[in-house]
């Protein structure tokens, strides 16, 4: 096979592992990231401690990701066909693709937001601050290198998965090496291919590595201190806010 055929074939599948990627990584940040911190805020000394919820989410999640990707998208066709009316393609592969990611993106985000100092938390809360403050204030902010090195740890696994999902009729470039590089024997196709995820790959994980040091640096020079004077300065301001009314 010349570069020319090999061309349009290589440029669709990177399109196909593209959208699939995307899309998957989206809907499992949405809703793993609230998932995860509700599995530390549940916990036992927690925000929002209750035993009973915490050991019903922490199970969904444990279940999610101890079933094999191969195993899942099979698991979850009807669901799947119910979605997107079909078991074969890029839209359909994505549905799995989600499904799989989210429990995976949850327990990094809880390991996360653990190590977030305790100390800030207690001082908001001595503050006054509810919950929902200590979350959009405190948890988040300060766990956000950690957030984006779990980003993407999730998108080069949905990477892999949407290899896998190639081979059952996905699409994408692992669908490509599988039909031609080795049911065809076209062995260079095949190894192109493998190159082009290995340099994807590198690049996802240089470009995370670098904006989570950044993030890291910028958080090490301002310090706790100045968010805790920004909620300090709200207090007033809503307490004038309130006189006014």
């Known amino acids: 096979m010349t ?20 899309w998957s990584t989206v809907i499992a940040v949405v809703a793993g990231l609230p998932l ?10 927690g925000l929002l401690q ?5 050991k019903v989410i922490g199970q969904v999640v444990n279940i999610g990701r101890s079933m094999p990707f191969i195993i899942l998208m099979v698991a979850l066709m009807t ?4 979605i997107t009316g079909t078991t074969i393609g890029t839209t359909a592969a994505i549905v799995p693709l989600a499904i799989g990611g989210i429990p995976f993106f949850a327990r990094l985000v809880e390991t ?7 100390g800030l938390v207690e001082a908001v809360q001595s503050m006054g601050g509810n919950t929902w403050t200590i979350v959009r204030k405190v948890l988040v902010p300060e766990a956000l290198p950690s957030l984006i090195a779990s980003t993407t740890t999730t998108i080069i696994a949905l990477i892999g998965y949407s290899a896998m999902a190639g081979t059952v009729g996905g699409g994408g470039l692992g669908d490509l090496a599988v039909r031609y590089g080795y049911q065809r ?10 190159a082009i995820l290995a340099v994807v790959i590198s690049l996802i994980q240089f470009a995370g ?16 201190a100045p968010k805790l004077r920004l909620l300090k ?4 301001a809503a307490a004038e806010v309130g006189k006014v009314a």
């Open 3 to 22: 570069w020319s055929e090999m061309q349009p074939l290589l440029s669709d599948a990177c399109s196909q592992t593209f959208t699939m990627v995307l």
């Open 36 to 45: 995860g911190i509700l599995l530390v805020l549940t916990d036992r000394g």
């Open 50 to 54: 209750n035993v009973l919820a915490n």
């Open 79 to 82: 669901f799947t066909r119910w």
């Open 112 to 118: 996360a937001v653990r190590e977030v100092d305790q």
């Open 185 to 194: 024997f076209e062995t260079e196709l095949m190894w192109i291919t493998v």
């Open 209 to 224: 590595d670098f904006a989570a040091r950044s993030l890291h640096r910028r958080g090490a020079r301002s310090g706790p």
């Open 233 to 236: 300065a709200e207090e007033p």
